[in-house]
């Protein structure tokens, strides 16, 4: 049985995980195992373990139950899955899906926001700008959000797709292995003197840290002044490379400033600690930061944005981040095969920012306009971006504030999307 009770290197989540054997005991018979062991593990590392109402473990069939009874109001994360799923998903980012996020835009068509590679939809060409109009024969303007969510947990789909150049297509497309790939897009643009680097960035798994390195090594060569950082669709992923990224932008002239520290319930205050900026090979020295964010923009997103906002020329884009100051210690056990995310720790940047649960607001609010692939310019917040960069005002964009609600996302990518801070364990 191994515990790990702390990692250095985890998202805006410790993984502490265990295959202890639970104490069979008279007065546990009657309760599943799975909810003692959830249970158990709130008592203990839960940020707000002191508002737990008190409960009779014997009514919970499942840990879901539990915890939602249990969680604190302002609590929209803590989580279990399997502990094979969790850690096949953190050790190779590899998880199963269709391959694609999929959300209604302004005008109400559902659209792709974004395609992983090696993936179903990856595979078939589709790409982000593409209209899903029917699924399985059946006009999707005429389906309910429910009727498409119940068609998306099939097996397999007969897809009628609309092309960002108008041409139709039908594929019958079946579910499958995910390998992500976190960097979605990058690019440079040269804009009135200015080498702008632009990179639509995911996901913060320890796998993404690779992709990370390979974009900067060759931003960092071409000699980027700015800096656009996509994080709308990116939910979370490890400190570990939420870290990398930080020391990436600000390690040149920042090293060694503290730009976060976790802060743990009054029994685990032995845990609390800070992280400081690190500097890297193919650390960039930027003039200006531009973050797009949205309503799904959470947690390991917007630790990274609120942790460089004291010593960067830092601008946001878009619309609202999600608001998820905290995170999470997973606990396993390999043998009930189940791993707990409670949430078990604040983020508090160095001025002591903390308090966002209703997001990180905009500079300058922007509609997503999910109609075209990566880097067209007829995308309202990377023209926003670039105008801001390059002339100090984003110019005249159409819409003054995102018209599109977290709700509104149909479909996060995979069946087990990455946004509650994962980190592996070796």
């Not at 944005?305 to 100051?325: C, E, F, H, R």
Request: net charge neutral.
């Amino acid at each position: 049985m191994i515990r790990i009770t702390r990692l250095m290197f985890l998202l805006l989540l410790v993984l502490n995980f265990s295959c202890k054997k639970e104490k069979q005991t008279t007065a546990y018979q009657l309760v599943d195992s799975k909810v003692k062991f959830t249970s158990d593990t709130f008592n203990d590392l839960y940020l707000w373990y002191n508002t737990m109402p008190s409960v009779d473990l014997t009514t919970f069939k499942t840990p879901e139950e539990y915890i939602s009874t249990v969680k604190n109001s302002k609590d929209r994360w803590s989580f279990t899955m399997t502990y094979t799923d969790m850690l096949n998903l953190l050790q190779n980012g590899v998880t199963t899906g269709w391959g694609a996020g999929i959300k209604y835009d302004a005008q109400n068509l559902l659209r792709i926001i974004y395609v992983y590679d090696n993936s179903a939809m990856g595979k078939a060409g589709i790409k982000r700008g593409w209209q899903i109009k029917a699924l399985n024969g059946k006009l999707v303007s005429t389906m309910s959000v429910s009727e498409i969510n119940t068609a998306l947990s099939n097996s397999s789909n007969v897809f009628n797709l609309v092309a960002n150049d108008g041409t139709e297509s039908t594929v019958n497309l079946t579910k499958g292995a995910i390998v992500i790939n976190s960097v979605q897009y990058s690019n440079i643009y040269p804009i009135s003197g200015r080498k702008i680097g632009y990179l639509v960035f995911n996901e913060f798994l320890g796998s993404s840290v690779k992709e990370l390195n390979t974009v900067f090594d060759n931003f960092s060569s071409a000699g980027i002044s700015d800096l656009i950082l996509d994080l709308r669709y990116n939910g979370g992923g490890t400190l570990y490379c939420a870290d990398s990224l930080v020391a990436i932008l600000a390690g040149k002239l920042h090293k060694d400033k503290i730009y976060n520290t976790l802060k743990y319930n009054d029994k685990h205050t032995n845990l609390n600690f800070t992280e400081s900026i690190k500097l890297k090979n193919n650390s960039v020295q930027l003039d200006k930061l531009v973050v797009i964010a949205n309503s799904s923009t959470a947690s390991a997103s917007e630790l990274v944005i609120s942790g460089l906002m004291p010593y960067m020329n830092l601008k946001l884009i878009g619309s609202a981040t999600q608001g998820k100051p905290v995170g999470m210690n997973i606990t396993g056990d390999i043998k009930l095969n189940i791993a707990v995310a409670p949430i078990s720790f604040q983020n508090v940047n160095s001025q002591g920012y903390t308090d966002y649960f209703n997001g990180i607001p905009p500079d300058f609010p922007v509609n997503d306009t999910p109609s075209q692939d990566w880097g067209a310019l007829t995308d309202g917040c990377l023209t926003a971006a670039l105008n801001y960069i390059s002339t100090g005002t984003i110019g005249f964009v159409p819409g003054t504030k995102s018209s599109i609600t977290q709700e509104k996302i149909v479909y996060k990518g995979s069946d087990t999307p990455v946004e509650n801070l994962f980190q592996f364990v070796k």
